[in-house]
């Protein structure tokens, strides 16, 4: 039971209270508060500029939690999760990339508000261990941010594409409702009757504005993780393997069986592609990628600099060198080219160890908690599938990338640590 419970609602526990909250306000300010500001008042930015505004939020924001951060955590049995450690490096190279990044000062800001970020949404889970609190609030941020969507449905035309949402564009209102959507089917499974009635309401209200949306990405990702997930904790847990080793092995055995299918049916790539996407070129993805890969190979190992190629200026090689429409890209469209582009290959290969370890995590937790596992396997494998065609990894603004800090640090908690009283 959290400690602050017991206390009564002092004003001390208050401030607990709020500084168990700080994840998930990170994540409802990125998810809804931001956006609403945006649409509300457009003339003073766009979809893409870092407004006033959100630098404030933010600052506010680390400041708040580095101080209650510096008052709890002497009164609690802190550990760092083993799987952050890759975290950290991955940090301290993307910091080092500055020095040689093609737009250091660009590189400089934007490298500062990713580490307020990781502050916010890292630190007070660490700090506190408070999952259950946790998990309950992240499911309210994103069952609030799902009604509001639906509720503009009646007020906000849909775009060409599909239904967008309080959003610039459909595929972000796909990925809110997705993640709702995750959360909502663990609500569903292990909460109280209450909490089970509104989270099939919450579910409801997701998957309609994920049809609606148009966003073909999130609705099959969000279906299959948590299938994928599910299926990779049982086979773990009955079988004592690894469950990061399990996901390998199945993603291996879909991509064995579709390759010996198309060669049974006399199907190929391209009509696959088609079939998902409309066309063989992921909606003009390939064009991007052909350039991003030639950008790679003129520094491979570490990069051009942290958030130092897309959005950099007019002299940036992106739009001086980019064909067509490329170059008015904000990003790869694919968070592995992007993180290549930017840290090189071993900025590569720590991230995506950093997704292995949280995977092998999310199995080790499984042991105390299968639920939270299972939620928390699910989110990761949906970042980790997503960013095959979105670019969300290390992006501080990006919900996505917000709520796998909280899955990577949840499932990095394997145990349960009670803080003690804090007087």
């Known amino acids: ?88 490096l991955y940090l301290l190279l993307a910091g080092l990339s500055i020095s040689w990044a093609f737009a250091a000062d660009i590189s400089f800001k934007r490298y500062g508000q990713l580490i307020m970020v990781v502050t916010c949404i890292t630190l007070p889970i660490i700090v506190t261990r408070e999952t259950n609190s946790l998990i309950s609030d992240l499911f309210i941020c994103f069952a609030l941010a799902v009604c509001i969507n639906f509720a ?38 292990r909460g109280s009757l209450g909490r089970r009635l ?31 997930a599910g299926l990779s904790l049982s086979i773990s847990i009955s079988f004592g393997v690894s469950p990061a080793g399990v996901i390998t092995y199945l993603c291996a055995l879909i991509a064995s ?57 007019p002299e940036a090689p992106s739009v001086r060198e980019a064909p067509g429409f490329v170059g008015f890209m904000l990003d790869a469209h694919n968070g592995y080219l992007d993180t290549i582009l930017q840290t090189g290959f071993l900025g590569l290969v720590l991230l995506v160890t950093l997704i292995i370890s949280s995977i092998s995590a999310a199995g080790r937790l499984a042991k105390t908690n299968i639920y939270h596992a299972w939620l928390v396997f699910s989110l990761l494998l949906f970042t980790a599938l997503h960013n095959g065609m979105e670019s969300t990894l290390v992006r501080s603004g990006d919900i996505l990338w917000l709520v796998f800090l909280v899955a990577a640090t949840v499932g990095g908690l394997t145990g349960r640590v009670e803080p003690k009283t804090p007087v």
């Open 1 to 88: 039971m959290d400690f602050y419970r017991n206390k009564g609602l002092s004003s001390l526990h208050k401030l607990y209270r709020f500084y168990v909250l700080i994840p998930t306000l990170g994540c409802f300010f990125a998810a809804v508060a931001s956006p609403l500001n945006l649409l509300l008042r457009p003339d003073s930015g766009s979809q893409n500029v870092k407004r006033p505004e959100d630098l404030i939020f933010w600052i506010f924001l680390t400041g708040s939690c580095l101080l209650l951060t510096g008052y709890f955590w002497p009164r609690t049995k802190v550990c760092l999760p083993r799987n952050l450690l890759w975290l950290l």
């Open 152 to 189: 503009a449905i009646f007020t906000i035309p849909p775009t060409k594409l599909g239904f967008s949402g309080i959003y610039g564009q459909k595929n972000h209102l796909g990925l809110i409702a997705a993640l709702a959507f995750l959360l909502s089917l663990h609500e569903v499974c």
């Open 198 to 228: 509104l989270g099939v309401a919450v579910l409801g209200v997701a998957a309609f504005l994920l049809l609606a949306s148009g966003s073909k990405t999130s609705l099959g990702i969000a279906v299959l993780a948590p299938l994928l």
């Open 257 to 313: 069986v579709m390759f010996i299918t198309s060669d049974i049916f006399q199907f190929d790539q391209d009509d696959v592609l088609t079939f998902m996407f409309g066309d063989p070129t992921f909606s003009g993805r390939t064009n991007i990628w052909a350039f991003v890969s030639d950008m790679i190979e003129r520094k491979p190992l570490l990069g051009w600099g942290y958030q130092s190629f897309w959005l950099v200026g």
